[in-house]
């Protein structure tokens, strides 16, 4: 064979083997992708384009189009089918393996299932690929801190705070461990910085209240509790990888539940677009319109609101809270006279609607029709016996026809159903003074002043009347 | 030195195989290297030697096994007293309460703020006798003799008020019984927060019985034992955990050093599981033995078992609660798991089956193979579905594989269940208790026996 054959010879048999390696690999990747593309789940029900959308999202990743078997696997798990995402992100983690993405947002479903160990190692391995991603540390820190391994969660939550010296987050995780130890001091230390970045959470003042108790500071341990009072226990910390998860939800349920979590209570604008959104899927489903209603109600769009809440009653006229809530919103636009003609064709739809009886009765005492409104009040008691709301305000409807003794009776059953009620507490502490029951008087008062929930304005009143009455100081 | 060299088409790879000395071929590596290339990615293009994957790939989420219909095993039997209202029994239980050989059934009601006995009378005949009321949001009583005078006494747990509430209105209270089935309360401690569980043991080690408390509370919580000190009912409090959301303490020596531990569930946004293993004369080490960095996981209930019948003391599992959300309803991750004891403190987690609105998990051996299998209530399942299931049966293969069976899709909202032998014949009996605290209200039961329906196959 001559020189000039050999080289061609060469050369047809590298372009032969270069495009067998790319078949090779080609078809490797390809299949490789496929085995990775779950069984189609049931989607009886979902909306249609989206269950178009999702065919042609199959379809391409099962040609070997790994953004499509990526983008497949976030639609499974923004919509709930976390089994498909999962065997997505197993393949995506093999396919795409530098993007730290994928094992990240597998360790957010397997953490979900309570698989901690399992998330553990994927979020080790995406702080490997990115270890400048904040929410990654702080799960990670989490997730050890749950399984017992407590040095390795204090390095991970200290790590957090070099990275970011305002992470309350890690605060909060730090100061656990610090209770655990019973070194309370530094728990102390931590939750009150907490307390100075978040003033808007509950969590670091419900910890700093038991610290505080621990270490044997019961007025610090009060002023805690009041500080914490009425905020909310939990917040989600930012995480962009998986909140853009929502933007391709299509479940009506899991955007009205996404709605309603801390995430986006202080985000109104943003849970009214996620309702609406819902609505876009589900326009009869009442309850998202209720929930709307009085979402916008409360963002200071009554019109708005009212438009929905009507909507709701229309949609389902035998749901009760869809009446209380118009009922509700149109008393408090200052709309009385529509209230009340709303309120009576609610109750021709739900008679035993507890929330309606409530405020048939209120309507009933503004416009000082005291016999209806204790008729009213006393079908909302036997339709709720344990809730204290009805003999408060049977009492109060009481006392306002002067049947005192009566009303005392119900402030009295009021505190049996809620043994804390604040104003059964006063009520009845100042009905004891009055009486001259100096023994009662001083009991009420000091659960009076148990009760953080009662104003002190209320309590100076109660020990001046209390001065007074018996001549010296309770 | 000559190098001999064979390819081995069927596998497509080359090995060196010096002692053939047939077809031997003098080659340049390079070309060689370039023909082996293209012969191999040509075989693999034509016989498909890429291996094609399985269709399907395991996961590292367990995938759900296939729930068999087996509404047909157990049939449900009213017992006790009849109702027109919605029933909010939060616990059940079975001792023999007044000792005369036939088990009993005691039960909360929370709403009416009762506590009942319901004294079997004759083979699953009943007859209900309300031993105490008054008591606020009474969700949790045991069978205990406190005093030491051979009659069983109740351990109640007040939560002062059932729906969410931070108030300190949580109660521990003992029912003393007098022998005569006559009840008198003693309040141990008041104005705490909310209490869920109590729980006795003798933790230090002195003859006397304490108690291990867990109280939810709302944002604070805790999870304490206490001291008995001896006369007069008179306890002192040690705290354990300053956490909002302990839902159950179980007592048992979990650890196996003879001393009896404290194992509690705390909820809220904590999601974990606790073992304090007392070292002895009550000096306990807390210590996480399950979490999860789920803030919605829904921790439900444990319960004691021993599943794996290895003589180690198990811990069973659910997650369900759906207390807290917008509308009152499932989770997809809500299920039933157990912690397999591995002795010395460790425990590893297992999921046992999915579940929506898992609560009270029981062990029980339902088909009498042997095998101790699991059943679980459903608080909050979605009603709507008419598939929605209210109590499940998950059978062991003896392996702890469990086969989930649905037992029932109603009455619904079954938030308790506990198991004891009525009968007599040595086989456990399932109780349950529905709360019926939010729609739909169509399918209502108070206390419930479930009869075995079938002979077992």
């Known amino acids: ?474 | 030195m000559k190098e001999v060299y064979s390819t081995d088409a069927a596998s497509g790879c080359h090995k060196s195989e010096s002692s053939k000395k047939t077809g031997t071929i003098r080659r340049n590596p390079a070309a060689t290297l370039l023909l082996g290339l293209t012969l191999s990615a040509l075989i693999a293009i034509t016989s498909g030697c890429d291996a094609k994957p399985k269709p399907t790939r395991a996961t590292r989420l367990s995938a759900p096994e296939q729930v068999q219909e087996s509404t047909h095993l157990l049939r449900p039997v009213e017992v006790g007293a009849s109702f027109t209202n919605h029933p909010w029994i939060a616990h059940v239980n079975v001792a023999d309460l007044d000792l005369d050989g036939r088990p009993d059934i005691i039960a909360c009601e929370s709403r009416e703020n009762k506590v009942l006995w319901l004294k079997q009378t004759d083979q699953h005949q009943f007859e209900e006798i309300v031993i105490h009321e008054g008591t606020p949001a009474p969700v949790h009583a045991e069978a205990y003799d406190m005093d030491g005078d051979g009659d069983l006494d109740i351990l109640l747990s007040s939560m002062g008020q059932v729906f969410p509430n931070n108030d300190k209105i949580g109660s521990v209270v003992i029912l003393e019984n007098d022998g005569f089935m006559n009840f008198r309360p003693h309040v141990i401690a008041e104005k705490i927060a909310r209490v869920c569980d109590i729980r006795a043991g003798d933790f230090d080690e002195d003859g006397l019985p304490d108690l291990a408390v867990a109280q939810f509370g709302y944002d604070q919580g805790e999870l304490r034992w206490m001291r008995n000190l001896g006369h007069d009912w008179q306890f002192e409090s040690i705290i354990l955990l300053s956490l909002s959301g302990p839902v159950n303490v179980l007592v048992a020596d979990f650890t196996g050093n003879g001393h009896l531990d404290i194992a509690s569930n705390v909820s809220q946004q904590w999601e974990e599981v606790y073992l304090f293993a007392n070292e002895g004369g009550g000096r306990f080490v807390p210590k996480v033995i399950f979490g999860s960095t789920n803030e919605d996981y829904g921790s439900s209930g444990i319960s004691t078992a021993d599943l794996n019948r290895d003589g180690r003391i198990d811990i069973l599992f659910t997650n369900g609660d759906g207390f807290d959300y917008a509308e009152p309803g499932p989770r997809p991750w809500h299920g039933v798991q157990w912690l397999e004891n591995m002795g010395g403190g460790f425990f590893r987690h297992h999921w046992i089956g999915d579940m929506p609105g898992a609560y009270s998990p029981v062990e029980i051996d339902l088909d009498r193979d042997g095998f101790r299998d699991v059943i679980a209530v459903s608080g909050f399942n979605d009603w709507s579905k008419p598939n929605a299931a209210s109590l499940m049966w998950f059978r062991n293969d003896g392996n702890q594989r469990f086969e989930p069976h649905v037992l029932a899709h109603h009455p619904t909202h079954l938030m308790c269940a506990a198991a004891g032998d009525l009968t007599g014949e040595g086989f456990l009996t399932l109780v349950t208790g529905g709360f019926h605290a939010y729609p739909p209200y169509n399918h209502r039961s108070r206390l419930l026996i479930w009869e075995r329906a079938d002979p077992v196959k």
């Open chain 1, 1 to 474: 064979m001559s020189r000039k054959s050999r080289i061609a010879s060469g050369i047809i048999l590298m372009v032969a083997a270069c495009i067998g390696l790319w078949l090779f690999l080609y078809r490797g990747s390809s299949s490789l992708a496929a085995s990775y593309i779950p069984a189609t789940p049931d989607m009886t029900g979902w909306a249609a384009p989206w269950v178009t959308q999702m065919k042609a999202i199959e379809s391409a990743a099962e040609k070997g189009s790994i953004r499509d078997l990526g983008d497949l696997g976030l639609n499974y798990h923004a919509n709930g089918f976390f089994q498909e995402a999962s065997l997505v992100y197993e393949g995506m983690m093999r396919l795409d393996p530098s993007d730290p993405l994928w094992p990240y947002l597998y360790s957010d479903i397997l953490s979900g299932f309570g698989k901690l160990e399992d998330a553990i190692e994927l979020l080790t391995t995406t702080l490997g690929l990115d270890p400048t991603y904040p929410t990654a540390r702080l799960r990670l820190a989490e997730g050890l801190q749950k399984l017992n391994r407590t040095d390795e969660a204090e390095a991970g939550f200290r790590k957090c705070l070099e990275d970011n010296p305002k992470d309350f987050h890690a605060m909060i995780g730090l100061a656990r461990i610090h209770m655990d130890r019973k070194d309370w001091d530094s728990a102390e230390q931590m939750l009150r910085q907490a307390t100075l970045i978040r003033p808007s959470l509950g969590a670091p003042f419900a910890l700093l209240e038991s610290v505080y108790t621990q270490s044997g500071k019961p007025g610090e341990a009060a002023n805690a509790r009041i500080a914490g009072t009425g905020k909310p226990a939990h917040e989600d910390p930012p995480d962009p990888w998986k909140d853009h998860l929502i933007d391709r939800c299509q479940d009506p349920y899991r955007l009205r539940v996404a709605a309603a979590t801390p995430r986006y209570e202080n985000d109104s604008l943003a849970a009214i677009a996620l309702l609406e959104r819902a609505i876009s899927l589900a326009p009869q489903d009442a309850s998202i319109h209720r929930q709307l209603g009085m979402l916008l109600f409360r963002n200071t769009q009554p019109q708005a609101a009212l438009s929905h809440l009507r909507k709701s009653v229309k949609l389902d006229p035998v749901d009760p809270d869809g009446w209380a809530y118009l009922v509700h919103v149109l008393t408090e636009s200052g709309q009385s006279i529509e209230a009340e003609n709303q309120t009576v064709i609610g109750l021709s739809h739900c008679p035993e609607a507890p929330g309606l009886h409530l405020e048939r009765a209120r309507q009933r005492i503004a416009s000082g029709d005291y016999t209806s409104a204790i008729r009213s009040l006393q079908t909302l008691i036997r339709l709720r016996p344990e809730e204290s709301v009805g003999y408060v305000e049977l009492a109060r409807a009481y006392f306002a026809s002067d049947r005192i003794d009566d009303g005392i009776a119900q402030m009295k059953k009021a505190l049996e159903v809620e043994p804390g009620h604040p104003v059964a507490i006063t009520t009845l502490a100042l009905h004891a003074i009055e009486s001259g029951d100096q023994a009662a008087a001083r009991r009420l008062l000091l659960d009076a002043k148990a009760q953080l929930r009662v104003p002190p304005s209320d309590i100076q009143e109660l020990t001046t009347a209390f001065s007074n009455q018996f001549g010296s100081q309770p």
